[in-house]
């Protein structure tokens, strides 16, 4: 998110100068002063933070007599707060829709400088949700403005991105230029036939046979047309859909590459969205409308160029209407595109209702809202059929008349056009030839008004594509990985860590686990407990200092092969669609079912697998909901161990279960941690009662390391926590 916005001329020129060691760190605009909107700007250094409007200094801070930097949003604005002096100040009101995240940072920022002197530049990953250049709204979740976007290089990408597949793609043009010729050769051979033949009150028959080899052309013409169009659409299919399986397919593998934190900036909603209708989209202008506006752009040429050789009279007529025409589809293309971007706003707050709907329907009907959640969809769709609706009836009644304005030149030739041919002085195929192109010349601009639109579709639909496609792993491999078989040790080092800069998640982690030890993780929740767990498997990298694994940097081991070695087990079990020996099988895909049962077996798993009608062959349903909680747990398991991982993670994997449930997964629990490295999250500490040492995390920070007993006698946190969890079990 951009934090330094540059000064107007202005503004810069009553800048002081800066003192010696002073920087500048952060320029954002406000937006309100005394009830009136304004464009000002706040300019902050690490000493001095400087308010400026229209060219003047309206106020200077002094950044050593100010404290308590905080950031309020209000009724319509956003309020920027601090003590100066030890008075509460609002040092400026913005605009919070856009500003608000920039103010947040730079509270955090100060506070950071006036509490530890730490005057570091922060940062902030939240994406830019307003166009810098327009000030328009990004499409949602992009960073991508219809209105601004570089066509050209979109194109370019596009063209690059056929290699292999352009010779297929290229064919239906190739194909819509030849039945374009075919169109303009038809009306010239019709000619001779009225003029020469059917019209000439002096035909022999000798020349009846050329008569018929006229017929037999046009009819050739028609059968070439035809048999042309047939190997297009033929073709067009296969490219269209390799096409279709390429993109599709890189789209996947780039999802699949990107970290969880670029995953979870987008919604899946909107990740289905780029993968299916967007590809879509750009396929069907490649291969169906790209050929067909080149072509009619070339036909409109061409017609014009013949008309204009073969009567520049008659061409004066056939262009009497198009100005009018083009005047009104110009005024009223504003108009429809107007209704246009309403029509897609509505369309895509029902897919983003249906999405959360469906995603949360347990919540739906556990409080029993179906009505309410029936009603708020059908209020949505009902508003887009509305304006789809109003849309349509308003394209489809004012169109018509655009079409009778166009024709109307028609019917001046068609007037002018007969009275000669009364008169002698024109013939009748003469006549046909020269309607039949300009017949030609008014198909295009019919076309006209959907052109823009969807070349606005393609374009943002391609730059979707692409914005993935570019997109750069948060996480990424060295060029090199190591690869090396895990033993278990992990060294923890002066970690810090931050989803955004100005906000640590966890600060100064210092950790040694040894191999084969069972360390057990517990906190209150927030306190990083699943972010700590997240950072040794490499979905996140560290801000600061570093993790180690038998003494390899993580950031040296490839992904797939740091994770290959890990058996994890989540509190929020995930079994994908398929038999229980499938979901087993999942982590290591060549097991036997010798080593599936086996896993079941450490997993307890095995004696309730084989009660069900059909054992491990049984399907488990979508999620793995025709399973229990703690059976989904124990399939989870075996997943977990069935390619023997030396280092295996569990994360509240009791907490959701009753007391019976947890102790058989408790009981499995203990058989497979032998042998193993084992970091356990647990919010009930009696999962914990085998750890070698427990760690205990407060605020993101280490807070007590140590065994249960050494834990207990300190009576710190961890004390309190197992106190506060006796106390519970004997009220019950």
Known sequence: MKLYFDL??????????????????????YNFQEEKIVNGYMLFTNRRIFKLLKGQLLETYDVSQMSDFTVEKMFGCGGFYAKVNGSTTCLCLF?????????????????????????????????????????????????????????????????????????????????????????????????VAIDDYITNPDVTDAQIPGFILIILAIISCDLISRLIGVIQSRISATSANRFTLMLRTILFEKIESLSIASIHKKSTGDLMNRINNDVNVVQNFITNLLPTYLTQALSFIVALVILIWMSPLFCLFVFIPIPFALIFIFFFRKTMTRRNIRAWVLDRRTQAHLQDTIDGIRVVKTYGNEERAVHDFTQDTGNQARQDESNAKLFDTVFPFVGFVLHLGSYLITLLGNYWVFNGTMQIGYLSQFSSYSAIIYEPILTINTIPRNIAAFSTSLGKILELLEEDPDVYDQSVPDFKRIEGHVSIKNMTFGYDSYNPVLENINLEINKGEMIGIVGHSGC?????????????????????????????????????????????????????????????????????VRAAKLANAHDFIVRLPEGYNSMVGEKGYSLSGGERQRIAIARALIHNPRLLILDEATAALDTETEKIIQD?????????????????????????????????????????????????????????????????
């Not at 950071?112 to 979740?141: A, M, Q, W, Y």
């Not at 427990?694 to 007993?709: D, P, R, S, Y």
């Not at 004390?719 to 969890?725: A, E, G, I, P, R």
């Open 8 to 29: 107007p001329a202005e503004n810069a020129r009553a800048v002081p100068e800066m003192a010696p060691g002073e920087k500048k760190m952060y320029c954002l605009p």
């Open 528 to 596: 990083g407990k699943t972010t700590l767990i997240n950072l040794i498997m490499r979905l996140y990298d560290v801000t600061e200092g570093s993790i180690s694994i038998d003494g390899i940097n993580v950031k040296n081991m490839s992904q797939n092969n740091l994770r290959s070695q890990m058996g994890i087990v989540l509190q929020e079990t995930h079994l994908f669609s398929g038999s229980i020996t499938d979901n087993i099988k999942y982590a290591s895909p060549n097991a036997t079912n010798e080593e599936v």
């Open 95 to 191: 605009n919070a829709g856009r500003n608000l995240p920039r103010y947040t940072v730079i509270a955090s920022s100060f506070e950071n400088i006036v509490k530890r002197g730490d005057d570091r530049i922060l940062t902030s990953s939240e994406p830019e949700r307003f166009c810098p250049k327009c000030g328009r709204p990004f499409v949602v979740h992009t960073k991508l403005c219809p209105f601004c976007q570089d066509k050209k290089a979109i194109y370019k990408k596009l063209w690059g991105m056929t290699k292999g597949l352009r010779l297929m793609l290229l064919f239906p043009l190739l194909a819509a230029f030849i039945s374009l010729i075919l169109r303009f050769v038809v009306p010239a051979i019709q000619r």
């Open 668 to 732: 499995a629990i203990d058989r497979v941690i032998e042998g193993r490295t084992t970091i356990v999250i647990a919010h009930r500490l009696s999962t914990l009662r085998n750890a070698d040492k427990i760690l205990v995390l407060n605020h993101g920070q280490m807070a007590e390391f140590g065994t249960h007993k050494e834990l207990l006698d300190k009576q710190g946190i961890y004390y309190k926590l197992v106190m506060s969890q006796v106390r519970q079990s004997q009220e019950k």
